[in-house]
């Protein structure tokens, strides 16, 4: 039998029901889903997609999206993407890969 993943992912930028993704989200969420074929989440595991288009997450460039995993237990991991795919673990790895790549931050 096969197992088939279960997520709802979705990205969460919508306006009046219909939901926006830039053209950088996209293509991220391409790679993404190229690289994760074949992979299945445990039974119980919700996703959902953000980009920097929703509040919590304004904060990342254009291009990179959160991935929110909602456990059984009631847990929430977090993982960032970058627009090669590329996997973060935290919000600090996302800004140490900025810092390495030369970004300036302005507060």
Same mark, same amino acid.
């Given at each position: ?12 930028? #919508?306006? @009046?029901? $219909? !939901?926006? %993704? ?9 790679? &993404? ?8 989440? #445990?039974? @119980?595991? $919700? !996703?959902? %997609? ?9 904060? &990342? ?47």
């Amino acid at each position: 039998m096969e197992q088939r993943e279960q997520s709802n992912e979705q990205a969460d930028n #919508s306006n @009046g029901g $219909r !939901t926006i %993704i830039s053209p950088a989200t996209r293509a991220t969420l391409a790679r &993404l889903k190229d690289r994760r074929r074949g992979r299945f989440l #445990s039974p @119980g595991v $919700r !996703t959902a %997609i953000y980009d920097n288009s929703s509040y919590s997450y304004r904060w &990342l460039l254009p291009g990179w999206v959160a991935e929110e995993r909602h456990v059984a237990s009631g847990r929430i991991y977090r993982y960032y993407y970058d627009p090669d795919g590329r996997l973060y673990r935290s919000r600090h790895e996302v800004f140490h890969a900025w810092d390495e790549s030369g970004l300036v931050f302005l507060d």
